[in-house]
């Protein structure tokens, strides 16, 4: 009898590779597109739910009914535009990062739930390069509510980028959105891949239904913000803020702690 031996990475060949990478842009791309089409209106309620001066609405009811009233309802997608210019390369970055990243926590294509979020993390780290400005120009327009000084997109980036410049202006909130991107995606990538192998081991040897991964993508996204949610009131504060952050290392008295704090001494935890 032949000896058992363990399993072996394997190298894919360069053709394959990069195919691989052609897969991933594209998924990334249609994904993220999808991905704002269904889901701004509810990122605009919650923007505004975080960022809005205390006492200004009840609660997140009287945050969409009084935006519908006052300003019309396709200001449920005030800031799409940002996203959705942006979100195909920021997708496509977290895509072909997590490719990437999978391969560099394991050679082996069968990664754990621990390996496949340290994976998720290490993508949501890169994908914060871009993640960070798509992000400050949609929250700037979410900000908006339907007053005489409000600025179409190219006029809030002009404004930034004159006023503040590239560091303070444009990639405004950047570290608070890496530190974001890192629980958030390892949360993601992680209840994403353990629910699909549920479904995956329940329905075997047949294919995994359609509802199923929707269902799978679910429970991602609700890992994500169970993972992230406290880091995004922070970021949102941050992006928003009529002035950039002052400086110091979030760890020691840094912008991120001091907002922090300011955020449970104003409305408690």
Known sequence: MSEITP????????SKQRNNNAIELISGSIGGASQVLTGQPLDTLKTRAQTAPKGQFKNTLDIFTTTVKNEGFL??????LSPLLGIAAVNSLLFTAYGASRRIVSPYPDLSIGQVAVAGSMAGAVNAVLASPVEMFKIRMQGQYGGAGDKRLSAVVGDMWREYGFRNGIMRGYWVTVIREIPAYAGFYAGYETSKRF????YSPHAVPVWAVLTSGALGGVSYWLACYPLDVIKSRVQLAKQPPSKGGWLSGGYVAREFRTIVQEGGA
């Open 75 to 80: 200001a449920l997608y005030k800031g799409m």
């Open 7 to 14: 399993l072996q990475p394997y190298p894919e060949p360069p």
């Open 199 to 202: 479904f995956a081991k329940k």
